[in-house]
Antibody, heavy 122, light 106 residues
């Protein structure tokens, strides 16, 4: 089964940006929706946004619009998620997750990345 | 946004018990519901999708049911390794939304 491999832990200052990557091992997933979900310490799961790389048009949760950018490099099969103007409340584990079927949303996740801790501290 | 109301928020049970968690959607989501298991420090793991379909390789002790707005997740005979937090999530519409989670102690 395909695995999603994310980049490593990030420690950032307030006001800076962070860019996290998510790459499939075993096959490319340019036709599959790749979602981003975050989990603050001790908290639940929060959906941030999604992109289908071949269409290259991301869709964001309202509270992340304008501060989060999801992009895809189709040549390497890597999806990126950037958060700008970081604040302490952005300290969380950030996960990517793949749609079960290609071409559209609304099929549900089947595979998750291992998670990337992002720590925002002065 | 579709709100997902999950209950209980926590429960304690014994090995061999049968436990049930419920999830209610604020509007009709057909069968677009997933149940996840998450253990501390690890990514969520899909157990059930399309409300009642068991993910490949997942124990048949786990089951799901429901349609439209009301959904149920059941573990038929608890094992020690089932201690975890369980979440429901709708994927009928973006933004995908999650229940608050149920922490299961054994």
């Amino acid at each position: 089964q395909v695995q999603l491999v994310q980049s490593g832990t990030e420690v950032k200052k307030p006001g800076s940006s962070v860019k996290v990557s998510c790459k499939a091992s075993g096959e490319t997933f340019n036709t599959f929706g790749i979602h981003w979900v975050r989990q603050a310490p001790g908290q639940g799961l929060e959906w941030m946004g999604v992109i289908i790389p071949i269409f290259d048009t991301p869709n964001y949760g309202q509270r992340f619009q304008g501060r989060v950018s999801i992009t895809a490099d189709k040549s390497t099969g890597t999806v990126f998620m950037e958060v700008k103007r970081l604040a302490s409340e952005d300290t969380a584990v950030y996960y990517c997750a793949k749609e079960r079927r290609p071409g559209h949303f609304y099929y549900g996740f089947d595979v998750w990345g291992q998670g990337t801790p992002v720590i925002v501290s002065s | 946004d579709i709100q997902m109301t999950q209950s209980p928020s926590s429960l304690s049970a014994s090995v061999g018990d049968r436990v049930t968690i419920t999830c209610q959607a604020s509007r009709d989501i057909d069968n677009h519901l997933i149940w996840f298991q998450q253990k501390p420090g690890t990514a969520p793991k899909v157990l059930i999708y399309d409300a009642s379909t068991l993910e490949a390789g997942v124990s048949s002790r786990f089951s799901g049911s429901g349609f439209e707005t009301d959904f149920t997740f059941t573990i038929s005979s608890l094992q020690p390794e089932d201690a975890a937090t369980y979440y429901c999530q709708q994927y009928y519409n973006v933004p995908y939304t999650f229940g608050q989670g149920t922490k299961l102690d054994i």
